[in-house]
């Protein structure tokens, strides 16, 4: 009964006055079906989210972080509470951060999670804002941020209640922290993460400082003391955990928290703010003078929701049902979220791959940069609609070339996890620049591309395996689940870029070095099977293939989290020569549309992502995009918490659904053409930044008899024919007009 009375309050949300956009975000989409996107209290581009954390403590909940591979702090399907953690990540694939949790109790304080937990009832969520109630103490608990800050107010009953403050308990497989209660107000102190996906060396620690709206009638700090042998004759707390009443010194370990105990009468209110900071805990501090509201939670809240309204507006669409506007909205919500920034108010920041603090002036320094998932449409998008965040995140990244001697791959919190395949950072700045964000060191960003794209395996970092690549042209197998192919694809397509780069900045033989090494891939190409095939150094094919093999993230010779069939057609940049190696145009596209009537494609991961798009580029093919994209918005988006296809990847499934319902897409990065489809509402206005672009506003119209016209029958810009099934993006920065005429049959 819980899950559909808890359906009813997440699709009918009670906004108590506040909506505009942010009306048509539901942000528990994505919170099951491994969509692992979380409904915390966060504002946009915010180092700190304020999320309920329920995936430890208790059997009744379905999944626990410990049972199995996990990474999101939150799961709709679980019901037991055991805190609200400050720092989180959203729409990733692997176990990191989850820390500095939260708890309002009542009665004996209790620092076993397992026992101190709760079940929640009554979720709301909207952006900025997470409330629900704990079942076990009668307890209201609201979560707000701004960027650098979250906020949590409780409402206790009568008696003897408590906040306690859980430095042992994370989503990260790292431990260690320090705490000191400073007074009967405040509390400071850090805790290490890192390990992301479980690859040493991107450890680092977050400072925090906590500070309560009422003293405390007492406080104190514990410890969960270790199993003593010979000594627990001697010892009351072997395997248990101490209490340290009133200390009020630092205390250092594993599993350590605070508590402060108040008299509370019924329907009190006690409001808790706090900063953190990857520097230090005086920037923590800072962090939360700067930025504190004096303790006024509705004040936060509703400076949280214009934040999102103002950013959310930048896109106004008209018609469609509400839970289309549903799906577009929150999926635009859920791009906003990382990269996020990672600079204090005084602009102080942890350098790349060191614990060196730097600081920025001019804009803002961006972590979190899913790189592998997000150039492909995410930072295209972002160009468009946030073209300063996007310039911002492009000298973010040319800036960690510079503190650490390369590009990023996959970036946390100023360290390289070093987590999926290629040269990512490539094609994300590269395409930036020929979009007319150029504002950042270009030369610095040709030094760094040129160096991954061209130095020896053994000293690159980011293309290890890059000799053969270079010498014979592609990444040859040589251990069974090596990720050979998809390796080599993405340096491929990386090279591409490269190679547009070096042509725009006048480097001819740069231009043709890399455009040459980017046509690599027919190599790869198996006419037996007419698909791509791992290949052995001395030019065999692998024997015992099987092209199917890799469905559901099983393990595949050659190919990294998918099949010979979901990267085949990943060469964007290169679709005419790949059409010649496959036999011409019929062939190319019978066998694309195989991969869809067939169950071939995985609308939840990357590579295939752009497939359905590929039918634009052949004269009369066009509306199997316009039916086959329509088909997967309806398939695989809701207005529910299974609501996303799969893993978000950092806002890429989003940013994917965000172009599908507007009807574009950019299929190749660094190709600023974008395929075009038949848009999902009548209107969609898009407020172009004048500061980068020459329009003002760009009008997508459709015109329409019924929700079953998906086919375009024309499209006209600005009043006049477009014949063409693309659109540059300089056309469309122009602004104007484009309409589509949509009919029911192709």
């Known amino acids: 009964m819980k899950r559909f009375i808890g359906i009813s309050i997440l699709l009918f949300f009670c906004f108590n006055g506040f909506g505009q956009y942010t009306e048509y975000v539901n942000p528990f989409i994505g919170t099951t079906n491994f969509g692992t996107t979380n409904p915390g209290a966060v504002v946009p581009r915010g180092m700190v989210s304020v999320t309920p954390f329920n995936v430890s403590g208790s059997d009744i909940n379905k999944y626990d972080k410990d049972a199995r591979w996990w990474s999101t702090p939150y799961s709709w399907d679980n019901s037991y509470l055991t805190g609200f953690s400050h720092v989180n990540l959203s729409g990733v694939g692997c176990p990191e951060l989850g820390v500095i949790l939260l708890m309002p109790t009542t009665g004996k304080v209790n620092a076993d999670h397992k026992q101190y937990g709760s079940v929640m009832k009554n979720q709301e969520a909207t952006p900025g804002y997470y409330a629900t109630e704990l079942e076990k103490y009668h307890i209201k608990a609201e979560l707000s941020s701004t960027k650098r800050t979250g906020i949590s107010r409780y409402t206790f009953p009568k008696g003897e209640s408590n906040i306690l403050l859980n430095l042992g308990l994370g989503l990260t497989n790292e431990v260690g922290a320090k705490i000191r209660i400073v007074n009967d107000k405040e509390i400071e102190g850090s805790r290490m993460t890192g390990t992301f996906c479980y690859n040493d060396g991107s450890e680092r620690p977050v400072y925090f400082v906590a500070r309560f709206s009422k003293p405390a009638k007492k406080f104190g700090v514990w410890k ?10 001697w010892s009351k707390t072997s395997g248990e955990y101490k209490y340290y009443d009133g200390f009020a010194r630092e205390m250092y370990g594993n599993e350590i928290g605070a508590y402060f105990t108040f008299d509370t009468e019924d329907n009190e209110e006690i409001i808790v703010e706090v900063g953190v900071s990857y520097v230090s805990i005086e920037n923590a501090r800072l962090n939360l003078k700067a930025e504190s509201n004096d303790f006024d939670f509705e004040k936060t809240r509703v400076q949280a929701e214009k934040e999102w309204n103002d950013i959310l507006g930048r896109v106004k ?3 469609g049902t509400k839970d289309q506007k549903t799906i577009f909205y929150t999926a635009l919500y859920h791009t906003q979220i ?9 602009g102080q920041y942890p350098a790349m791959e060191s614990f060196e603090i ?18 492909r449409n995410f930072h295209p998008l972002m160009a468009l609609l946030y073209p300063q965040e996007q310039l911002d995140m492009v000298r973010s990244m040319v800036d960690m070339y510079k503190e650490s001697g390369w590009l990023p791959k996959w970036e946390l919190n100023s360290k390289e996890t070093h987590v999926m395949e290629g040269d990512p950072s490539i094609p994300v700045i590269v395409d930036s620049y020929l979009r007319g964000l150029t504002d ?6 040709y030094e760094a591309m040129y160096k991954s794209a061209t130095i020896e395996g053994a000293k690159n970092k980011l293309r290890p395996d890059i000799d053969h690549y270079l010498a014979e042209g592609y990444v040859p197998i040589e251990e069974e689940y090596d990720n050979s192919v998809s390796h080599a694809l993405e340096y ?5 870029n490269l190679a547009q780069f070096a042509k725009t900045l006048g480097k001819k033989a740069d231009y043709q070095k890399f455009l040459n090494q980017s046509l690599g891939y027919k190599n790869y190409y198996s006419k037996e099977f007419g698909v791509l095939r791992p290949k052995l150094a001395d030019g065999t094919f692998l024997k ?23 990267y085949t057609f990943c060469v964007p940049h290169d679709i005419k020569g790949l059409t010649k190696l496959m036999g011409g145009k019929k062939k190319f596209v019978n066998k694309l549309q195989k991969v869809f009537d067939e169950n071939l494609y995985d609308m939840a991961n990357e590579p295939d992502i752009h497939y359905p798009f590929l039918f634009n580029y052949f004269k009369g093919e066009e509306w199997r995009t316009q039916k086959e994209v329509r088909r997967l918005i309806n398939k695989y988006y809701k207005n529910a918490p299974d609501g996303i296809p799969g893993n978000d990847d950092c806002g890429t499934l989003s940013a994917w659904i965000v172009y599908s319902m507007m009807g574009m897409y950019p299929v190749c990065p660094g190709n600023t053409e974008y395929a075009l489809s038949s848009p999902i509402f009548d209107k969609i206005t898009i407020e172009l930044n004048q500061e980068f672009y020459p329009g003002k506003k760009l009008e997508i119209l459709s015109k329409k008899g019924s929700a079953d016209d998906i086919y375009i029958k024309s499209i006209k810009r600005n009043g006049s024919n477009h014949s063409r099934y693309f659109i540059n993006h300089s056309d469309l920065v122009k602004g104007g007009t ?5 009919k029911s049959s192709k």
């Open 738 to 742: 484009i309409e589509f005429e949509l």
């Open 440 to 445: 950042f060191d270009v030369e610095a960003a």
């Open 544 to 566: 015992n293939f099987d092209p199917k093999q890799g469905e559901n993230f099983e393990p595949c010779p050659g190919f990294h989290e998918g099949t010979s069939w979901q």
């Open 358 to 375: 730097k600081e920025t002036k001019d804009c803002n320094r961006y972590t979190v940069f899913s790189l592998w998932d997000t150039y």
């Open 317 to 319: 669409v008209e018609g």
């Open 224 to 233: 969960n003391m270790p199993e003593l042998q010979a000594e627990s004759a």
């Open 338 to 346: 990382h990269p996020n920034i990672i600079n204090d108010v005084n």
């Open 492 to 496: 491929y397509i990386a090279d591409w």
